[in-house]
Structure formats: structure tokens, C-alpha cells
């Protein structure tokens, strides 16, 4: 079992719905959660990070982390064609520095 | 602004044959990580240094062998390439606070 496990989708969403990407971690000493792009044949870019319990937001995008429930969420508001990737879930550790990746979700934004 | 760079950016290699893959970054990361990607099994990690000096084994780290020259540098070797290492492979940095990681190009790795 991986130590951060995403649900691989596909997730299919009609442009201009939520799209929400979950994934949950096992390593309780996991400081910051990132959430990172990545269209096909390139490198992941970041989103964003989140290492402190509750909701961040930047633009379209929101981050949520509940550490009690080892859970870290991300909804994308407004989902537009462009948003089509995989997401890929990350949690590096604060212990060891581990930077652990789920295995990705791949979105579809449906026109 | 390079950020992460990694070379060569395409390799070819027949079993058996060895290698090594380079990475530099500038952004003053105390940590960097070497990943392989392969269809539908998302980033998995291979080694990573926590720190100058330092490296340590992840998720898959039989065949490779890595060496964190300096803080700006850590390369990832392949000493007999076998066709299971055909892959993709990423290096990444991150900060010591946690607050951003970002990766290179990556090397596409194809062992015959």
C-alpha cells in the first residue's frame, strides 16, 4: 500500500462544475501536502501547497488538509478544458524528508 | 532563472550499460529527490537527500545508486541497465520549510 494513495479516475466534470481530487496519506509525521498539474509529456508543476489544517484558496483552486483524518482534498472551481491533467497528491514528511507522490487522478473537463 | 535542470533530456541504452543522470538547482534547496514515472503508477520515489551530505532510499531504489555531490547537485546512476528501468525519470528540490518543491524536465529513458 502506498503512503499516499489518490484514486486514479478517470474523474469527468462539464466545464464550469467543481471538480474535487481527494487523497489520504499514512504517515502521521507528513508536514506539507502539495498538489501538483501535470499534462502529458511534461513535468509536474505546482499548484500549491498546504500544511496547516483548514481550507487555503488561490484563485480557482482550493486546498483542504484535515490531519486528524490524514485527508488532503483539492476543489477546482469554474473547471475549464484547460484544467484537463493529472493532479498528482504529495506529502513530504517532517521526519525522514520524504516527498511521497500518489499515483495521480487524471481530470476531464467535458466542453 | 534555471530552477531545476536535468541532462541529458533523452537516453538511449542497451542492457547492460551504465549511466548517470544529472541534476542542478539553483534555488538554494536543502533537499532534492530523483523519481521514475511510468503509465499509471504516478511519481515513485527512487532516493532523495534531505540534506548536503546526506541520501537516502525510497520507494524503489534497486539498480540506481545516487551521489549528492554538493548542495546544488545530485546525480542518480544506473550501473547495468536492465529494460524494467525504462522510464521517466524527474529530479526535484524543495525547501527545507515545506512551502514549495518543483521539478526538472525529465529524462526519458528507453533501455533495449
Known amino acids: 500500500q502506498k503512503e499516499v494513495e489518490q484514486n486514479s479516475g478517470p474523474l469527468s466534470v462539464p466545464e464550469g462544475a467543481i471538480a474535487s481530487l481527494n487523497c489520504t496519506y499514512s504517515?502521521?509525521?507528513?508536514?506539507?501536502f502539495f498538489w501538483y498539474r501535470q499534462y502529458s509529456g511534461k513535468s509536474p508543476e505546482l499548484i500549491m501547497f498546504i500544511y496547516s489544517n483548514g481550507d487555503k484558496e488561490d484563485g480557482r483552486f482550493t486546498a483542504q488538509l484535515n490531519k486528524a483524518s490524514q485527508y488532503v482534498s483539492l476543489l477546482i472551481r469554474d473547471s475549464q478544458p484547460s484544467d484537463s491533467a493529472t493532479y498528482l497528491c504529495?506529502?513530504?514528511?517532517?521526519?525522514?524528508?520524504?516527498?511521497?507522490f500518489g499515483q495521480g487522478t487524471t481530470l476531464q473537463v467535458k466542453p | 532563472n534555471a530552477g531545476v535542470t536535468q541532462t541529458p533530456k533523452f537516453q538511449v541504452l542497451k542492457t547492460g550499460q551504465s549511466m548517470t543522470l544529472q541534476c542542478a538547482q539553483d534555488?538554494?534547496?536543502?533537499?532534492m529527490y530523483w523519481y521514475r514515472q511510468d503509465p499509471g503508477m504516478g511519481l515513485r520515489l527512487i532516493y532523495y537527500s534531505a540534506s548536503e551530505g546526506t541520501t537516502d532510499k525510497g520507494e524503489v531504489p534497486n539498480g540506481y545508486n545516487v551521489s549528492r555531490l554538493n548542495k546544488r547537485e545530485f546525480s542518480l546512476r544506473l550501473e547495468s541497465a536492465a529494460p524494467s528501468q525504462t522510464s521517466v525519470y524527474f529530479c526535484?528540490?524543495?525547501?527545507?520549510?515545506?512551502?514549495?518543491?518543483?521539478f526538472g524536465q525529465g529524462t526519458r529513458l528507453t533501455v533495449v
Open positions: 526535484a528540490s524543495s525547501d527545507t520549510l515545506g512551502t514549495e518543491a518543483f
Open positions: 534555488m538554494n534547496h536543502n533537499s
Open positions: 504517515d502521521r509525521g507528513s508536514q506539507s
Open positions: 504529495a506529502a513530504l514528511s517532517g521526519n525522514t524528508g520524504k516527498l511521497i
